[in-house]
């Protein structure tokens, strides 16, 4: 029940703290492209994981986890899409913010991963539904997931050096990914792995608080 309750408060908090941020970006933008599109990417990271993360606390509150298989899968799924479209959406805030030029190899590979990632999540071989869907569709679904995060690393590795608001967006990212291929490699046969996901959800916190900062400092 500890757990239950510590998990539960750190993913509402959680989910609270990125969609207030994401809605203030909005409200606060001023029409700056860049910080409308973070402010998107805010709302879109909170609302995709609710769908996830508040069925998970109510069963963890009540009867458990294996009670609530069909509300979960459907968050899982929810989740994946969601993610998704979160790094689409911080291409075109690399784009936005560095003033980069229309590039074709770079959208045709960002959208393309993004799509190959989507119809991996889409085919019925993932299970979502099932209290033990299969490991090896977790892995298929995830490699262009992960070449997705490497492609967003990149740019802003490069771009972002003497950027000081977002010299450090790209190590966040990192991190995230760092906790996150464990949680889908061995959380099934190790439960305790599954606690990188707090790591893990404090990295995309760092994220959203980046965009927010930058935002503050530069519209005064």
Same mark, same amino acid.
């Given at each position: 029940?500890?757990?239950?309750?510590?998990?539960?408060?750190?993913?509402?908090?959680?989910?609270?703290?990125?969609?207030?941020?994401?809605?203030?970006?909005?409200?606060?933008?001023?029409?700056?492209?860049?910080?409308?599109?973070?402010?998107?990417?805010?709302?879109?990271?909170?609302?995709?994981?609710?769908?996830?993360?508040? %069925?998970?606390? +109510?069963?963890?509150?009540?009867?458990?986890?294996?009670?609530?298989?069909? =509300? /979960?899968? @459907?968050?899982? #799924?929810?989740?994946?899409?969601?993610?998704?479209?979160?790094?689409?959406?911080?291409?075109?805030?690399?784009?936005?913010?560095?003033?980069?030029?229309?590039?074709?190899?770079?959208?045709?590979?960002?959208?393309?991963?993004?799509?190959?990632?989507?119809?991996?999540?889409?085919?019925?071989?993932?299970?979502?539904?099932?209290?033990?869907? %299969?490991?090896? +569709?977790?892995?298929?679904?995830?490699?262009?997931?992960?070449?997705?995060? =490497? /492609?967003? @690393?990149?740019? #802003?590795?490069?771009?972002?050096?003497?950027?000081?608001?977002?010299?450090?967006?790209?190590?966040?990212?990192?991190?995230?990914?760092?906790?996150?291929?464990?949680?889908?490699?061995?959380?099934?046969?190790?439960?305790?792995?599954?606690?990188?996901?707090?790591?893990?959800?404090?990295?995309?916190?760092?994220?959203?608080?980046?965009?927010?900062?930058?935002?503050?400092?530069?519209?005064?």
């Amino acid at each position: 029940m500890i757990q239950a309750v510590i998990e539960t408060v750190f993913d509402v908090f959680y989910l609270f703290t990125v969609s207030f941020i994401g809605v203030k970006m909005l409200k606060e933008s001023k029409g700056n492209r860049q910080f409308v599109l973070y402010g998107v990417m805010a709302v879109t990271l909170g609302f995709g994981d609710a769908f996830h993360l508040l %069925p998970r606390a +109510w069963a963890l509150c009540t009867t458990g986890l294996e009670n609530y298989t069909f =509300l /979960l899968g @459907i968050g899982k #799924f929810v989740t994946s899409i969601t993610m998704t479209l979160f790094y689409v959406l911080l291409y075109y805030v690399w784009k936005e913010r560095y003033a980069i030029k229309e590039n074709t190899k770079t959208a045709v590979e960002v959208w393309g991963l993004a799509i190959l990632r989507i119809l991996l999540c889409l085919f019925p071989q993932n299970r979502w539904l099932d209290a033990n869907p %299969p490991l090896s +569709w977790g892995v298929y679904r995830n490699i262009p997931f992960l070449l997705l995060g =490497l /492609l967003i @690393i990149v740019l #802003f590795y490069r771009n972002a050096k003497q950027d000081k608001a977002f010299r450090y967006l790209w190590l966040t990212i990192v991190l995230s990914f760092v906790f996150y291929i464990p949680v889908v490699l061995f959380a099934d046969q190790l439960p305790m792995i599954g606690m990188l996901m707090i790591p893990k959800t404090c990295a995309y916190v760092w994220t959203v608080l980046i965009g927010y900062c930058a935002m503050k400092e530069e519209l005064k």
